[in-house]
């Protein structure tokens, strides 16, 4: 069992940054890959980022890559979205989700065990 608890949300201008963190509970962080995820009113939940469990090899999405980097901290227990140079279109609720699986990195939300209550995050322009 896997508990997250999402923080670092809030306002910004279209331009600046933020750095979202996700703390989570138990003993076997290490073995599980994390994703953040952000889903916009009236819209389905989306892939931003994830990272895998061994290796740290990093996943984006095609609209974040080159602005927000995913990192981990395993002994933390905490995973970070940093994200730079934000557009309004970035403007959701952000949540943080871990993936038990020993051989993949999921990159969709049905993949993911464990979820967080989520962050918002809004950009204005």
């Known amino acids: 069992q896997v508990q997250l608890v999402e923080s670092g949300g809030g306002l910004v201008q279209a331009g600046g940054s933020l750095k979202l963190s996700c703390a989570a509970s138990?003993?076997?962080?290490?073995?599980?890959?994390m994703g953040w995820f952000r889903q916009a009113p009236g819209k389905e939940r989306e892939f931003v980022a994830a990272?895998?469990?061994?290796?740290?090899?990093?996943y984006y999405a095609d609209s974040v890559k080159g602005r927000f980097t995913i990192s981990r901290d395993n002994a933390k227990n905490t995973v970070y979205l940093q994200m730079n140079s934000l557009k309004p279109e970035d403007t959701g609720v952000y949540y943080c989700?871990?993936?038990?699986?020993?051989?993949?990195?999921?990159?969709?939300?049905?993949?993911?065990?464990?979820w967080g209550q989520g962050t918002q995050v809004t950009v204005s322009s």
């Open positions: 990272i895998s469990w061994i290796g740290g090899r990093t």
């Open positions: 989700a871990a993936d038990s699986s020993l051989y993949t990195t999921g990159l969709t939300p049905g993949e993911y065990d464990y």
């Open positions: 138990g003993r076997t962080f290490s073995r599980y890959s």
